[in-house]
């Protein structure tokens, strides 16, 4: 007893004076990659630190938390190696000693662990690495590996771009592998330290040793560009660039760009570098025994592009877009599918603006949604800014979709389904799904997209590009050779957009101002036209539009009667066989003056934000133009106002000195050397590094994140929330983590339980809070703020202060998330849900909560619609009231599984994992790109 006694005694000492306890050691950390396997090949590791743990009792979890503590960088996500290099998995780290990792020399190696297995490719003869590609599975067949070299390696390797017969798989013996017998091996019988071997017939020998292609070191340097290094599929770097731009781009977080700056009145265009007219026709495929020969046609774009870029909202069209890939590739064309494109280590935002740029055709699959989430609303507008051939799939019972309809007004779309004998067109586009005693306002359509549909799609469109490539070589004045669309001001595009030359060309007359307003601010307009006549710029008003035509401002709420938009069925001028577009008049007029101007200012009223044409106008200019948002009147602002104008930035009629302000804000945004520009782009960059900075300190990529009211006002609310926590907890893999946003009531609710069950569990907890810095407005009811406006760590889980306010820290957390539980919540949850839908994210709502999650404070009506491949069942139980509060947990939780194993979830995590999601978020700088 005595012993024991001054045993402790004397741990008590040594804390007390800064000593690490006996039974704390110190353990190394290093990184390895996958040919790091084998216990003694240490040569080519990184030392990332050490830490201090009990390594006699603390286990791999345990390890993997103390690690994200104490070191500074680490991948985003990784696994260990035991002490004789054998990977560990996930579901094992609970279950061993760390006395298992540590080598002789008291080092804890880890290696990074994409989504999916990588695999590097190797020359036989000299061992030179051609670069590395992804798969599902080391079980696919070799036939399977050959199809994902070619596609990921072909675009910028010229040793594999060619008839892909020339070369063949060697086995563990050193055994060449015929053609004939790659579809009975599988890759892992190849393998041989995470690489294939690959021979090469005499003439790539030949063609590897010429002076056009050089492999070493795993780079490859093509003489197109004899000035960089890439990496197989690296978009080509920007050549062209001014000193000043470098330091606007270092700011927005960019790679260097081309950039060429302008004074005022200037009008940017661009000298796009065209691609081949032949581009548009299928790749001739390989030819096989018996074929006929193909006529060559060459495509002059840069490596690693594709023909033909499908767009689509995820959470709606996922399958349909692998499905239309499938046919258009039967048809010979290549295609690009962010899913089967964008692989770990990649930047996604980057390959996706280069996929843009570089592509011949842009095809959107135009459901409901499209256009309303940030990255198919960016990915559209930039397509359409470089003159992209745009053919849309319309999934839709009216055209144009009412936030594109400015842009879509002269393009024709092809409607994804042709009626049957005797149906009526909307008949053939959407199947109702009606419940006995369901109110038919509120039925549900599902799309039911059968396979001779889809081929039917994907045959008009190869008849479309075709019939562009023949206008083309013909050089048809009514082909689609229009310049790229960036005027008025010199604007930054997006990294990876590819080869563009940026001009000046002087624009004729005075800057060009547009003034979009709602005709019942008419008498205001006339003042605002005066005021910028007076400061020597020409004023042009959306309501001369109005004056021009038979057009009129229609509310959101009247959509029925809606003259901008047309149903399929009772149109005239919309032929549904060829999808032909409505008469532009107004909208095209609308697009060229937008087009022309330097800035243009929103009037901002109630009438406004109720109207369709108002609505049209602000999607159309948003990241297109700058703007400059004006506030009329006091309203209640919709979530797809702040989303796409944003609440900081605002100029307020109701302030007295409001004209000089609003002066001083136009001038500004016409120059484009303002420090602006470079403050909103520096502001984008510092969310963009927050992102990534949450993205580092997260121990997996099942995150759910609690949102909703700090406190109760149903009084089953805190129930249902400590049963959402526990059911979460008790999920069969037990690897959820837990985000709150550091409030109390729902969000310490919900996280409270989850911590404590898990706890009980011996689990690692698995709870995070993430907190802003600082926060200027009192939120002392909030959360534990500080007398300074500072936040204080949450007595639980760990806290995560990232941001300059909460309102930044919820467009953090909306981006970073794939998936967020709502339950009652006034205006701020409101926002917050927006945030999460304009993401493309889902939002579950505990609808029998009340509050947002009831459907009150604007909140988007979207989150309502049951996700794909959710049970209807389960999500009809978050607004039954009568049930138990465990069986809403239990419902909730079935909710976020099935989420997390769906096809949507699955493109999510590819990109969580790489770290990259930061990267995704930098297309929001579009606002900087196409303006």
Known sequence: MISFIWSFLKRLIMADAGEPDEATSLVGISLTGETGCCHDNTTDDTSLGFIMVDVSSITVKGIREAMQNELDALPSSFRFLTKQGWPVSSGQEDRIQVKHLINDKGVVRIQPDYAKPRIGVVTSHDNNALGFVFLSSLNLSISQLREAIVAQLGGSQNALCGDDSDWMFLDRNSWPICRQQEEAMAIIDIIIRACVRIHFCQKFHQNIDSPDVHVAEGKLKAFPFPDMEVTPGTPPAKKFRTPDENAILALMGHSPGPLMSNDTGYQVSQSYVRHSMRSLSPVPPTPKSGDAPISPKIIANPESAKQILISYVRAEASQYALDLKQELEAQNFSVYLDVHEIFCGSDWQDSLNFAVSHCSVFVPLVTPRYGETQWTNREVKLADVLSKFIVPVSFLEMWPPRCLAIQFATTQFIPWKLPGPGMKHTEAFFHPIIEKGVDVTEVTYTYMWERPDVAMVAKEIGKRCNAEAKKRERGDEDGNNKAPQLRSYASILPRGVGDLVIVQECREGKPLVVVSVHPKQREYASELVELFEEQG????????????????????????????????????????????????????????????????????????????????????????????????????????????????????????????????????????????????????????????????????????????????????????????????????????????????????????????????????????????????????????????????????????????????????????????????????????????????????????????????????????????????????????????????????????????????????????????????????????TLT
């Not at 602006?676 to 782009?681: C, E, L, M, N, R």
């Not at 059911?727 to 109390?744: C, H, K, P």
Request: proline letters at 3%; charged letters at 25%.
């Open 537 to 928: 710029y020409e004023v042009w008003c959306s309501l001369d539009v109005l004056d021009d035509s038979a057009q009129t401002y229609q509310s959101n709420t009247n959509s029925e009667d809606s003259s901008d938009t047309m149903p399929l069925e009772d149109s005239e001028v919309c032929d549904i066989t060829n999808g032909d577009a409505m008469d532009p008049g107004p909208l095209q007029q609308f697009a060229a003056k937008a087009d022309e101007a330097g800035v243009v200012v929103f009037v901002l009223s109630k009438a406004f934000a109720e109207s369709y044409t108002c609505k049209e106008q602000v999607f159309y200019c948003e990241t297109r133009k700058r703007v400059v948002p004006l506030v009329y009147e006091d309203f209640e602002m919709p979530g797809w106002m702040s989303m796409l104008i944003g609440t900081s930035l605002m100029e307020h009629k109701k302030r007295e000195d409001y004209k000089d302000s609003l002066l001083n804000r136009v001038k500004r945004s016409l120059n484009a050397s303002s420090s602006d520009i470079i403050s909103d782009a520096a502001k984008e960059t510092e969310i963009s590094k927050s992102v990534d900075y949450v993205c580092n300190r997260l121990p997996g990529e099942k995150c759910v994140y609690i949102s909703g009211g700090t406190k109760f006002f149903y009084d089953k609310s805190e129930e249902i929330c400590k049963a959402i926590g526990i059911s979460l907890a008790r999920q069969e893999r037990n690897d959820i983590t837990m985000v709150t946003g550091g409030f109390y009531g729902v969000g310490e609710t919900i996280s409270g339980s989850f911590f404590e069950e898990r706890k009980q569990r011996k689990l690692s907890t698995n709870v995070f809070h993430i907190l802003p810095r600082k926060d200027e407005q009192d939120r002392s009811a909030q959360t534990r703020q500080n007398h300074d406006k500072t936040f204080q760590e949450v007595p639980f889980g760990k806290t995560i202060f990232c941001g300059d306010n909460v309102r930044q820290r919820e467009t953090i957390v909306s981006r970073v998330f794939d998936i967020c539980i709502l339950v009652e919540g006034g205006p701020g949850a409101a926002h917050e849900a927006e945030e999460f839908c304009w993401s493309d994210h889902t939002v579950i709502p505990v609808k029998c909560t009340g509050g947002s999650a009831g459907g009150k404070f604007n909140v988007p009506k979207k989150i309502f619609e049951v996700p794909r491949g959710v049970s209807k069942e389960d999500w009809d139980m978050l607004g039954d009231s009568n049930l138990a509060a465990s069986n809403i947990g239990d419902a909730v939780a079935r909710i976020v599984k099935a989420l997390q194993t769906g096809a949507a979830a699955q493109l999510t995590r590819m990109k969580s994992v790489t770290s990259k999601r930061a990267s995704l978020v930098s297309q929001h700088s579009m606002i900087d």
